[in-house]
T-cell receptor, first 109, second 115 residues
Framework: QKEVEQNSGPLSVPEGAIASLNCTYS??????FFWYRQYSGKSPELIMS????GDKEDGRFTAQLNKASQYVSLLIRDSQPSDSATYLC?????????FGKGTKLSVIP | DGGITQSPKYLFRKEGQNVTLSCEQN?????MYWYRQDPGQGLRLIYY???????QKGDIAEGYSVSREKKESFPLTVTSAQKNPTAFYLC??????????????FGDGTRLSIL
């Protein structure tokens, strides 16, 4: 059974702070890793992809992957109220994309 | 604009009725997927298709059926056998048959409720 675990939150951070979202996965054969953002009532939107160990930065977002520890994280710097959403971690092996249940982030002005 | 179009946005099903959710993409993607999302839950895979005229069951295929007669279209039928159909249904697609490093992109979803 492939599992992707996330802390459901809610995670509350003040505006301008760093938000740290974490994800662990059980399938060592997982090949690629994604973070999606989902606003309430909307569909998921891809915000980051990461394929190899280390950090990947894109604007205010940094994804971190550690395959040995089966751990992937997302850091959001200078958090804004518009970042308030549920963040879904997803891992892929072949065509099977497995999602975590998501972490709800609230950025407090 | 290229994208994935799901229709209708809202759908109501009567007892014993089959309903079909539409998903069309103009991204020239080979692979298409259907997910179900329940409140506070992650996405669960219903069916996926890597190529025209072929599809595979996902984790929760019971009570659902699909077809893939055209590359751009992947309709989902929720049959009367699905006893708890109320959910948010999401269609996704990804570029190629390579699959292993291809992120999936989603349509806007269809909310299905029981009357």
């Amino acid at each position: 059974q492939k599992e992707v675990e996330q802390n459901s939150g809610p995670l509350s951070v003040p505006e301008g702070a760093i938000a740290s979202l974490n994800c662990t996965y059980s399938d060592r054969g997982s090949q690629s890793f994604f973070w999606y953002r989902q606003y309430s009532g909307k569909s998921p939107e891809l915000i980051m992809s990461i394929y190899s160990n280390g950090d990947k930065e894109d604007g205010r977002f940094t994804a971190q992957l550690n395959k040995a520890s089966q751990y992937v994280s997302l850091l959001i710097r200078d958090s804004q109220p518009s970042d308030s959403a549920t963040y879904l971690c997803a891992v892929i092996r072949g065509y099977q994309l497995t999602f975590g249940k998501g972490t709800k982030l609230s950025v407090i002005p | 604009d290229g994208g994935i179009t799901q229709s209708p946005k809202y759908l109501f099903r009567k007892e014993g009725q089959n309903v079909t959710l539409s998903c069309e993409q103009n991204l020239n993607h080979d692979a298409m997927y259907w997910y179900r999302q329940d409140p506070g839950q992650g996405l669960r895979l219903i069916y996926y298709s890597q190529i025209v005229n072929d599809f595979q069951k996902g984790d929760i295929a019971e009570g659902y059926s699909v077809s893939r007669e055209k590359k751009e279209s992947f309709p989902l039928t929720v049959t009367s056998a699905q006893k708890n159909p109320t959910a948010f249904y999401l269609c996704a697609s990804s570029p190629g048959t390579g699959g292993t490093d291809q992120p999936q992109h989603f349509g806007d979803g269809t909310r299905l409720s029981i009357l």
